[in-house]
């Protein structure tokens, strides 16, 4: 458990990504998970976090073109109606 905090408080000094990092660090060397169950859990949380990835690219890459060719409706106030 110490060996667990000291290496937690040295990946980072935010305390949310250290907890983070502590749990990983369990459940890697056997403290919360031991063997097969441990690499499958690490096997199925990187294909959730490649797949957030992709959906937050996908999204920026969106917001990007939208501003790209509605950049000047946006200077010419074409885009949002103004009512008098």
Avoid: Q
Wanted: glycine residues 8%.
């Amino acid at each position: 458990m110490t060996d667990a905090k000291i290496i937690a408080k040295l990946l980072t000094r935010n305390i949310f990504l250290g907890r983070i990092g502590m749990f990983v660090y369990k459940r890697m060397y056997g403290e919360a998970g031991v063997g097969f169950r441990t690499y499958r859990w690490i096997f199925i949380h990187s294909i959730v976090f490649i797949f957030v990835f992709c959906l937050l690219g996908t999204w920026t890459f969106a917001v990007a073109v939208f501003h790209r060719f509605f950049k000047n409706e946006h200077k010419n106030k074409t885009a949002m109606p103004v009512f008098k």
